[in-house]
């Protein structure tokens, strides 16, 4: 039985509604990075139900004079974190850390329903 999720709009990030309906996402491999891409945009605390759902932003990114090896460490453990996901295959990033940018410049996931592209 295949994984569902509702669907996410890319942009907006928000549900997805067409004809009255909300969407099902039933493709596996988006299931997986759809859930990556919540869980990167997630601040650790902001989700009432598990106050450990998240990246630590505050405690390990945005805190003062972070190094790129800290921020990395964080970002894949929150990948790792993922259900579906068994390994990452790729992750080269983008980071300014004086303008506090981290940025996902190609990622590859090796997913239980294959590889997934993350996108920037």
């Given at each position: 039985m295949a994984t569902t999720d509702l669907e996410l709009d890319p942009d907006t990030h928000d549900l997805v509604v067409r004809d009255g309906e909300l969407q099902i996402q039933r493709d596996e491999g988006e299931v997986v990075a759809q859930r990556?891409?919540?869980r990167l945009r997630t601040w650790r605390g902001e989700w009432f139900l598990d106050a450990a759902f998240g990246v630590d932003y505050f405690g390990k990114i945005l805190i003062k004079a972070p190094s790129l090896e800290q921020v990395l460490a964080e970002v894949r453990e929150q990948i790792e974190a993922v259900p579906g996901?068994?390994?990452?295959?790729?992750l080269d990033v983008d980071y300014d850390a004086a303008g506090r940018i981290l940025r996902i410049t190609d990622g590859v996931v090796e997913t239980?329903?294959?590889?997934?592209t993350?996108?920037?």
């Open positions: 990556i891409r919540t996901v068994r390994r990452i295959v790729q239980d329903a294959g590889l997934v993350l996108e920037a």
